[in-house]
């Protein structure tokens, strides 16, 4: 059985099709041939930077070429790509970038005045790397990434000198559910094992044996490549790993050109590239999608796409319905995952055949189980964890008690128990009933409340805080803070709003204040997170 690394197959894809594209932004098109040598380029100087193996680096990037090429490189290089969220504020990205010990970071150069602000506090970073980007070049103290990709090594593919590895580590960096960042930490064999091995479940393709296999695929006579256009952020596992499986079929990987997402230009570029697949998370992308094809009807020619598909984030019966009179020939898969387990379930929905909302059929290495280790068995109504066994991650970076509460050893197997609850219904089906913390998904962005409280009670006028998810239609939820106020002084949503921004990223500010008399904690500090919603809920005259 092969031992895989991606930067050998991406390799031998370049090799085969030179020509072919593999990154596109709006006119912007980049070829596996251009790809291979801008990564080759970026491996080089990495290494010649002092960056040895496993060095860490950090991609602080917007969608397009540059971040594949960024984990490209580091693939090439036997190094660690590390993801970045780029709604970080300053706190947020010190912490990341030192728990994962990057040693370089790669960062579009609109983020100059944050980084610069916080590059005395990180001295492990030896390499600042900038993209140019419209209304912002390349800082005086960072190399400048165009320079750097347009100069392949003479030797080529590039290889370091202690070569590549199945073990080469990709750190994904997941809000979790609790407290701060964790760094996923996925051996490259499992990861490209887990996403399919050069397969693609969805559309009936098998995974591959070989490298070889791969490339004698793609350049099979009739052969139709795949392009898939990335909507969702590629620095969340979503979007990320879509990525991945598009290329290891050989295909091209679209991301819009705009940084804000708009529907409209989703939509035109569907039919300009002649997309085979759509990338979402949930509501947050399909809900604008459908209202912009229900307000103009014909417009677009859809007619290329085979599948939408979406992870993270569970989206309505209706909402895929709706999606589907309009891609008739596509079907939409919704992945139940997480960063560090990947496969635990799926839901498939084609014309006049959508599952239920919350409706998963289990993988094939997915079971759940009792908080004390019995398996559930179908249509028993009992509810259990959530586990998946098979390729799984080695655990979480720097973390060893963190990764024992998640990857448990049950039956006699390595399993990852990530927190999700759910029944399993008659036909083996999963009814999923969400995770058993408080944790607050918003759009795919997972908000850990109490984050969201500290920054709200340094407000003066702010005596103590909660913070609690309720219904959002388009973002699944959205966040709600519940203040007791310090004063008789008004306090406004604007004002709580714009406090919590200059903590935390934006997505974490409150969309809905509650204002209450008594948060009214227990005499050992804590809440009753459920009473606090029911009470938020009634005041905001949403159904509980």
Known sequence: MTSWTFADAWEAIAAAQPD??????GER????????????????????????RQAKVAAYLYNGPEYMETYFGAFKAGLAPVNTNYRYGPEELIYLFDNADAEAVVFHAGFEETLDIIRPRLPKVKAWIAVA????DAPAWAEDYDEIVARPPATRPFK??????PDDLLLLYTGGTTGM????????DDLFNVIGAGGNAALGILPAETVQEIVERISAPGREPALSLVACPQMHGTGQFSSFITFN???AVATLPSRKFNPIELWGEVERLRATAIVIVGLAFSTPMLEALEANPGRWDLSSVKAMSSSGSMWSQENKRGLLRYCTNAVIMDSFGSSEAVGMGISASAPGQEMATAAFALGPNCAVFSEDGRRIEPGSGERGLVAVSGFLPMGYYKDEEKSAKTFKTLEGKRWSVPGDWAEVNADSTLKLLGRGSVCINTGGEKVFPEEVEEALKTHPDVRDAVVVGVPDARFGERICAVVEPAGAREL??????????NHLAGYKAPRELVVVESIGRAPNGKVDYKAIKERALKALNEPA
Do not use: C, Y
């Open 20 to 25: 072919e594209p593999a990154n596109i932004q």
């Open 29 to 52: 098109v980049v070829s596996w041939g251009d790809f291979d040598a801008r990564a080759d380029a970026l491996a080089a100087h990495l290494v010649a930077k002092g960056l040895g």
């Open 133 to 136: 980007e419209p209304g912002h």
């Open 160 to 165: 370091a000198p202690w070569g590549r590895s």
């Open 181 to 188: 960042p964790k760094g996923v930490m996925w051996r490259q």
């Open 249 to 251: 079929q050989g295909g």
């Open 492 to 501: 406004t949503l604007a004002e709580m709003s714009e406090h919590v921004r």
